[in-house]
Structure formats: C-alpha cells, structure tokens
C-alpha cells in the first residue's frame, strides 16, 4: 500500500524530526555525567555509618545483585560511565586479579583523590 505523497512527505519528515531528538537527547545524557564528574581522577567511599559498605551492584539502581562491597573510605576508585542523570555509576577500583566492576549510588562517592 502506497501512502499518498503529502501524507508520505509529513510521515518521512515526523520520522527524521523523531530520529534527531532521538539522537540529541542521548548526546545531551551522555554528556551530562561528565558535567558533574570525571574519569580524570579517583574518589572515595563517603556518606556511610561507622562500620558500613558500599554495595557495588551488577546493574544501576537497586534491584541490581550485589557483587561487593566498599569499606567506608575505600579510595582509588575510577568511574567509567554514569547513567540516570548520573545518580549511578560504573566503576572500577583494584588492580589485576583483585579488581572490582560494578554499579553503585554516587550519592556515596566523593571527594577526588588525585
């Protein structure tokens, strides 16, 4: 079937305007993040109780399984990349075989240490 050319033209031209908001809003969320944080540098478990742990999760949010925990103060931690109007982060921390990867809150990262 074969739509009418003005209803074909108005079709085509919604589809574009549609793939370019498209594009622009992952553009625009995928610089956010970094507007707030970087990859340049290291932070550190903040925010937590006396004796608590920062649950690094397999997924954002918190449905994710849990696959380690933080000590409060646990530094050297590298992010690389954040979703969600950056409220979570992936992040890595260690090095070689003891090396974590994971999700956590950024709510519970913080001041840089360089």
């Known amino acids: 079937m074969q739509l009418p050319k003005p209803l074909a033209s108005s079709v085509k031209a919604a589809l574009i305007t549609i793939a370019g908001l498209a594009a ?9 993040w970094r507007s707030h944080y970087s990859t340049e540098v290291s932070y550190r478990v903040i925010n937590m109780s006396a004796g608590g742990s920062l649950n690094v999760r397999s997924r954002p949010g918190a449905g994710g399984v849990v696959v380690a925990r933080l000590r409060k103060g646990t530094s050297g931690i590298q992010l690389k990349t954040c979703v969600r109007h950056a409220a979570w982060c992936r992040i890595e921390v260690g090095a070689d075989a003891g090396t974590i990867t994971g999700w956590v809150s950024m709510k519970y990262l913080g001041g840089y240490v360089n």
């Open 24 to 32: 622009f809003s992952a553009a625009v969320h995928a610089h956010d």
